[in-house]
């Protein structure tokens, strides 16, 4: 059946009582979806939703909108599709109630004939519910797209048609396919399937017939085996895809439907001795944890939106990504697939024990095999989906019931699915959770994240007890690559313990990659490493943080940050897009960069004592330019995969000092700040392997550039405050002010943590000397986007009509 889009025309207002009536203050306004309902609303220290959405309350909403139904419809099956509505959605059709999905990740489809009244206009309602449900930021609302299908009563069933090649070699790959086709009539239907495989270029390379009865009110697959002749296999470094054109007709050739899937033929391969291979070649997972929003944006799924982030993540090294801890959007599985990102998919964060008050173990019991299905579903087509993980830090799973769900699940996803592997997040200290306080009296249990901040080193060696190991043995054993969480201690005992287990960091700290990335390599059991987090993230807010303990009345709040915080602060990326000092120490300890990094910690903090989390980085920055005197003391970072690094100031020496302090890959320098160069010059065995500098900023400007893809649907807006040669002056921050013609202000945001300006505000103070504007532009007009700021001279951006591009 064919998707058409149906994001335009919606209201979104508070979902108000049967007896209430609309105010002012309750108006429903016009949005297009994807939509965050949660985005703008009014934060506050007292939201009931608290640090785990960066205090961002939460709400009951209701979304509407008309649509004409043509009478010809009558004759026709008509749906309407919802890729996710966080959470708890109710749909109704002309006030009568059509659907309910509690799951805010799960696609769902409402059947829409029973309420349609034909040759009039309809009415659709979607009401959303978000409160103290998740630990993280979900946003809320109808967040990813909605589209109407409409199709004849015989059709090819959405996500039908699946493809999909085990037999491959270099001659040609057998590329099996099946398609599976509903009949919603009283009557018998025979019905011709035909299918073409094109490459990249839109040439054919295969095709391939068969007729297909279907009965009445039942569906019918079929198959076929076509040979691709030296197939281009799709891998990380080169993801070459083709596509399924799925045609069904009438036995008189009529059209009857279509349908289009992605094909990338790739094999899979696992074992402990080789690790996981694709097409014969190990690879090893530089892994990044992400949340599924998109900064500025909130948490809508928008394509170039997802796309960005994943050519961003690519550039920076990574090659693989984890759904931390949801199903990941259709958009970034696209974008996955496109960019070669390996994927792990991940089901959820909690099964029948929760986590808080009202999260998603309500139901799951019996929501589960739902909810394992719409997940496969939407992603078996795609070969960036290497893995499924059933689930995070399960708090059951050390238990023998906890050890049944386990199998329960991944036996219902290699049903589905036989063809992918299956992990888990495990943490053994968390499944462990109550005989853990037991042992550490002064163990804070209420925050997971503070209890393991807290306990330090004893953390490594409560993951490697026996403990640990007896009572996750029988969760373990289901998976094919057990997932570990903060558990890098378990990686070489387990080799002796389990020799035939699999393992991967699902998640890591940040600040030990280069120890991680060392196991990985030396390891061949240990396929990679998923780093917290790859890209920072609304909520959670502070949990990387770097706190200045000398300030007056400075009380502890463990992981917490307190009001205004926002974001995490823990991300190798902010939520612009724009890499930090620790995303180039992870391109080195990955040995993807020969060059050094000169990472600045701030002057007008030095000396000041600090505190911070397992999450956190140090409060760098890659900037010689600073409002401080000259002369004043500060903390240089040279980041290097060498034996010693030499520091210049304007050519003259302020020293050498090896690498290997304070932590591994780095070398640090005390000196002096003086404006000029700055030049960090790498050694090995006394050959110089690479050189980096820094150089003091002139007269700043105001600085507006659009990234070079513009995509239809966003355009991506980089401001800074940079002098002539484009140093970026990073602690003279400015308030922002955009206005935009021939289009719509989408979020204006920073990379700053601690805020109390909103994305949807029309200003923004930098962060270190930046700032991001998204904008939809109006396709067919000239689009203006001008920044203004106090002291700066005006900059205008123009983005061209779609037609001009």
Partial sequence: MIRLPFVDGWTVGPKLGAFEARDAATAAVPVSIPHDALRDLPRSADSGQGVHAGYIPGGVFEYRRTFDVPAQWRDRTVRIEFEGVYRDATVYINGDFAAHEANGYAAFVVDADPFLKHGETNTIAVEARVHRDSRWYTGGGIYRPVHLVVGDPVHIALDGTRAAASDIDAERAMVEISTRVENGTRHTATRRLSW???????????????????????????????PVAAPRLWSPDAPHLYRVRTVLSAIDGELVDRDETVLGIRRLQLDTAHGLRINGETVDLRGACIHHDNGPLGAVSIAAAEDRRVRILKVAGFNAIRSAHNPASRALLDACDRHGMLVMDELTDVWTKSKTAFDSSLGFDERWPGDVAALVAKDIAHPSVIMYSIGNEILELATPHGATWSRRLAEEFRRLDPDRFVTNGINGIIANLERVQEAMASADASDPNTMMADMGEQMARMNASTLVTDSTEESAAVLDVVGFNYADSRYELDAELFPNRVIVGSETFPDRIAALWDAVARLPHVIGDFTWTGWDYIGEAGIGRVDYTDVDGYEPTGTAGPYPYLLAQCGDIDITGHRLPASYYREIAFGLRAEPVIAVHRPQHHGRPTAKTPWSWDDVVSSWSWGVPSGSPVTVDVYADADEVELLRDGTPVGRSAVGKPRPLIARFETSYEPGELVAVAYRRGTETGRASLRTAGAPVLVARLEEDVDPALAYIAITLEDSAGAVVCDQDALVTVSVSGG?????????????????????????????????????????????????????????????R
């Fill in 196 to 226: 073409t495989v094109v490459d990249e270029r839109d040439g054919e390379v295969a095709s391939g017939t068969a007729p297909v009865t279907i009965l009445p009110g039942a569906d019918a697959v079929a198959r076929v085996r076509l």
């Fill in 744 to 804: 719509a202000l989408a979020g204006l945001g920073s990379g700053r943590a601690r805020t109390e300006e909103s994305f949807a505000d029309p200003s923004v103070t930098t962060y270190d000397g930046r700032a991001l504007a998204i904008v939809r532009p109006d396709p067919d007009a000239e689009v203006r986007v001008t920044a203004s700021a106090e002291g700066f001279e005006p900059v205008e951006v123009v983005i061209a009509p779609r037609d001009a």
